[in-house]
């Protein structure tokens, strides 16, 4: 047994089997079945926090979560003897999803519109809800803006371009006007008022949907990582789901529109949602995050990484612009 979890599963009264590690935490298989033991860095609060929107979930029928298990003294949190807190989840058996097979993309986003039925009217008080309310989209995406337009001065003022700045500067004409038209879409259609009514119902979203957040097999689709969960409107989880796989599968219009038809097959979507999710995927999000992992990394040398990705940005662009227009005139005129 690793001597760095042994006190942690001492305080437990189900019997350890075997320990691995995965996932940066410890995955015990024991006699009460799969068990996580992970870390935790995170307030008090926030373990609270979680703990009760996931025994809600579960109370509504719910099953497949990283549900915290309590010790034997009812606590959620537990210490090692190197005073590093500890938290133990219930696992699952199973595979990542495979963002490139559709039957597991379809299984994902299905489950994923299941658990927003159930993400919603939660008993929380005020200050939770002031806790747990992030800055909305608009805001998110002002900053982001801001920061392209620095990296871009930055890069112009360069009295010598290395092939990464050189295609940064290729492509930020038409990355900035993308950002303006998510911006000016944002702002054009009640998006507050959507957002503010999600947080007065206390609605909640995962956070951080993405394949790695879903395991597979035969019998159920378990949903894990509940980690970054704040109030907000739950489009926002489609879309980050729907952005990466997109990205790994070339922007496939075919398996792109089968997503959103699957998800909108068990959870209906607004006119208004709608339009937020179209705003968010003409956002260059992923422009911004290469061009932030350069911001962000010594600048005098060339990251072969960061130009790949920048080239490969630049060869699925116009699948990616073909997509949104069919987009735009299928759902939102």
């Known amino acids: 047994m690793e001597e760095k979890?042994?006190?942690?599963?001492?305080?437990?009264?189900?019997?350890?089997?075997?320990?691995?590690?995965?996932?940066?935490?410890?995955?015990?298989?024991?006699?009460?079945?799969?068990?996580?033991?992970?870390?935790?860095?995170?307030?008090?609060?926030?373990l609270e926090f979680e703990q009760m929107v996931k025994y809600t979930i579960r109370d509504r029928g719910f099953y497949y979560i990283d549900q915290f298990?309590?010790?034997?003294?009812?606590?959620?949190?537990?210490m090692n003897q190197d005073g590093q807190q500890y938290t133990v989840r219930d696992w699952f058996e199973g595979r990542e999803c495979d963002v490139r097979n559709a039957a597991d993309v379809l299984a994902a986003v299905r489950q994923l519109a299941s658990l927003h039925l159930l993400m919603k009217n939660g008993d929380m008080c005020d200050d939770r809800l002031k806790q747990f309310t992030y800055?909305?989209?608009?805001?998110?995406?002002?900053?982001?803006?801001?920061?392209?337009?620095?990296?871009?001065?930055?890069?112009?003022?360069?009295?010598?371009?290395?092939?990464?700045?050189?295609?940064?500067?290729?492509l930020y004409g038409e990355s900035i006007q993308e950002a303006e038209t998510a911006l000016k879409i944002l702002e054009e259609f009640p998006f507050k008022a959507l957002r503010g009514k999600a947080i007065e119902e206390r609605t909640l979203c995962h956070g951080d949907f993405n394949y790695h957040q879903v395991i597979l097999n035969?019998?159920?689709?378990?949903?894990?990582?509940?980690?970054?969960?704040?109030?907000d409107i739950q489009v926002k989880d489609?879309?980050?789901f729907l952005r990466k796989v997109m990205e790994k599968n070339n922007w496939d219009q075919s398996l792109g529109f089968l997503i959103i038809d699957t998800?909108?097959?068990?959870?209906?979507?607004?006119?208004?949602?709608?339009?937020a999710l179209y705003a968010m995927l003409v956002f260059p999000e992923k422009f911004w995050k290469i061009a932030n992992r350069y911001n962000n990394s010594r600048?005098?040398?060339?990251?072969?990484?960061?130009?790949?990705?920048?080239c490969r940005l630049m060869q699925t662009a116009d699948q990616r612009k073909s997509f949104l227009d069919t987009f735009k005139y299928s759902f939102i005129f």
């Open 69 to 78: 298990v309590p010790n034997r003294e009812g606590q959620y949190l537990n």
């Open 238 to 240: 489609l879309y980050q």
């Open 263 to 275: 998800y909108r097959s068990v959870k209906p979507l607004s006119h208004d949602e709608m339009y």
């Open 135 to 170: 800055e909305d989209t608009c805001q998110l995406f002002l900053k982001r803006r801001k920061e392209l337009k620095a990296i871009y001065s930055y890069v112009r003022r360069k009295k010598q371009w290395n092939d990464f700045e050189k295609l940064f500067m290729k």
């Open 5 to 46: 979890i042994r006190d942690v599963l001492d305080a437990y009264s189900f019997h350890v089997e075997r320990v691995c590690r995965g996932r940066g935490a410890f995955i015990c298989d024991t006699d009460q079945g799969l068990k996580l033991v992970k870390a935790w860095h995170r307030s008090p609060q926030r």
């Open 218 to 231: 035969r019998k159920f689709t378990a949903v894990i990582n509940f980690d970054r969960m704040h109030l």
């Open 299 to 310: 600048k005098s040398w060339l990251s072969g990484i960061n130009y790949e990705k920048l």
